[in-house]
């Protein structure tokens, strides 16, 4: 909400991102490159003009740069290194993340669950990933609270 710049990120999941009011910038790199540009790091500051001036790779690397305005939505893959810019006072949008049943989001070898599978901790660190989502599906089912876990805070409704 509001006139915040989202960080360069990737979230694990697919999702979906759905302007409601105001206006944003969207800066997406194509998930076949993220391992590349990222270096492993879940996030990052975008390259600056120096950065893309001493490697040619940089500015080789396929991005997508867009304006949305209320009720414009875009779809991306889990793993699309990513950053909304607001552009107005107003902006309010919605980010629905798809949570994949298990084993089914292990498709390409840049998505993030399948790098997670060929991890140390592999199988274990799913299965609780797994947990982790669906109890707390189960609390909105049974209590009708949630709570928003994605991201690097939690808040609570």
């Given at each position: 909400?509001?006139?915040?710049?989202?960080?360069?990120?990737?979230?694990?999941?697919?999702?979906?991102?759905?302007?409601?009011?105001?206006?944003?910038?969207?800066?997406?790199?194509?998930?076949?490159?993220?391992?590349?540009?990222?270096?492993?790091?879940?996030?990052?500051?975008?390259?600056?003009?120096?950065?893309?001036?001493?490697?040619?790779?940089?500015?080789?690397?396929?991005?997508?740069?867009?304006?949305?305005?209320?009720?414009?939505?875009?779809?991306?893959?889990?793993?699309?290194?990513?950053?909304?810019?607001?552009?107005?006072?107003?902006?309010?949008?919605?980010?629905?993340?798809?949570?994949?049943?298990?084993?089914?989001?292990?498709?390409?070898?840049?998505?993030?669950?399948?790098?997670?599978?060929?991890?140390?901790?592999?199988?274990?660190?799913?299965?609780?990933?797994?947990?982790?989502a669906?109890?707390?599906?189960?609390?909105?089912?049974?209590?009708?609270?949630?709570?928003?876990?994605?991201?690097?805070?939690?808040?609570y409704?």
């Amino acid at each position: 909400m509001g006139p915040v710049r989202g960080g360069f990120h990737y979230d694990e999941e697919p999702n979906v991102y759905l302007q409601v009011s105001g206006e944003s910038d969207v800066l997406l790199v194509h998930p076949d490159y993220v391992r590349a540009f990222s270096a492993g790091l879940r996030s990052r500051q975008p390259p600056s003009l120096a950065d893309l001036a001493r490697d040619p790779f940089l500015r080789q690397i396929p991005t997508h740069f867009f304006h949305m305005r209320p009720g414009d939505a875009v779809t991306f893959p889990g793993g699309t290194y990513h950053m909304v810019m607001a552009q107005t006072f107003d902006r309010l949008a919605l980010n629905f993340f798809f949570m994949p049943k298990w084993r089914k989001l292990e498709v390409l070898d840049h998505d993030w669950y399948s790098s997670e599978r060929r991890g140390p901790l592999g199988d274990e660190r799913l299965a609780l990933r797994q947990l982790w989502a669906r109890t707390l599906v189960r609390l909105y089912e049974d209590t009708g609270k949630a709570v928003i876990y994605m991201g690097e805070k939690n808040e609570y409704l």
